[in-house]
């Protein structure tokens, strides 16, 4: 019998990185080649290669591949027809959504996105741009960027859409936002006929469980400690669990032992409280999956 395989594309570029290290997280030893866009994994029942996340959407619907990451800019802009499985919030600087902007340089007399009547625009996300202009009834030429597209504003172009995290790059070249078009995170999408596979369905959905622990540990901390029974109610008071903390007896009759998730920020802050409120042996330790 032929061995069942999922075939599974990951972003190369800017969110390579980012993805790799959460497949790593939820589980996956997975490596990559800087000469080789073929990925080695640990899971004989996957074959995972890298591509242009720009490219991702539009092979996954045309079954080239079962399942892929790609940004929902990109989904957007390919028009593309696809499960999409859930989002992952990561980007290439963190855990936070990317945003998709209408830009101008700081001298421009364009305010505001009815300004753009008339005008050049420059972007790598075409058929996303002319969507939005359409529903804001504004006609505009727009031009494929091929890249560098912010120093095009006000030389080359009236204004670019491009595709920013934090704004800096933008700021540093003297452009302003005018209008943010959406916010864009990660999808794992599937293509639609893989998706009806029985097998393949759940092998996908597997890996998303995976991926979204992986993510839902990301600035957590287990913390577990031992206490007097008469030191309980006031510790459960000061201590924010994501349920009900774990209690559970000890040897010694009179003491018991919590075990619960917080978020990393608030440890160093909340230990000292603990430990003034009868907390002993308080243990911190990092996590790698928080599966609800």
């Known amino acids: 019998m032929k061995e069942k395989k999922l075939k599974l594309v990951l972003p190369k570029g800017s ?24 990925l080695s994994i ?19 619907e045309l079954g080239a591949f079962d399942a892929g990451i790609a940004g929902k800019d990109w989904i957007t802009e390919n028009r593309a027809k696809v499960v999409e499985v859930t989002e992952l919030v990561y980007s290439k600087q963190g855990f936070r959504p990317v945003k998709i902007v209408v830009a101008v340089p700081e001298s421009s007399n364009i305010k505001k996105v009815e300004d753009l009547e008339g005008k050049l625009i420059a972007t790598e996300l075409v058929n996303l741009t002319k969507d939005f202009l359409k529903k804001r009834g ?26 920013t995290e934090t704004g800096s790059t933008l700021y540093s070249h003297n452009l302003k936002i005018i209008e ?17 596979d029985k097998w393949k369905k759940e092998k996908i959905k ?4 995976l991926l979204n622990g992986a993510l839902t540990a990301e600035g957590k901390v287990g913390l577990k400690m031992n206490l007097k029974k008469e030191n309980l109610e006031k510790i459960i008071k000061i201590l ?47 996590l790698n999956k928080v599966i609800y």
Do not use: C, H
């Open 15 to 38: 969110l390579q990185e980012a993805t790799l290290t959460i497949f790593q997280r939820a589980g996956f030893e997975i490596y990559s080649s800087s000469r080789s866009y073929f």
């Open 42 to 60: 640990d899971d004989p029942e996957i074959e995972a290669v890298l591509l242009r996340t720009q490219e991702i959407p539009r092979y996954v």
């Open 138 to 163: 504004v006609k505009a030429n727009i031009e494929f960027s091929y890249g560098a597209t912010e120093i095009k504003a006000g030389k080359l172009v009236d204004a670019i859409v491009e595709i």
């Open 240 to 286: 924010p669990a994501m349920k009900k903390p774990t209690v559970s007896p000890l040897a010694d009759e009179n003491w018991v032992a919590i075990e619960t998730i917080v978020d990393k920020k608030i440890a160093k802050n909340l230990i000292p409280k603990l430990k003034k409120n009868g907390a002993e042996g308080v243990v911190e330790y990092p």
């Open 180 to 196: 943010v078009i959406m916010e864009s995170t990660p999808r794992f999408i599937a293509n639609k006929e893989s998706w009806k």
């Open 206 to 209: 597997n890996i998303s469980l």
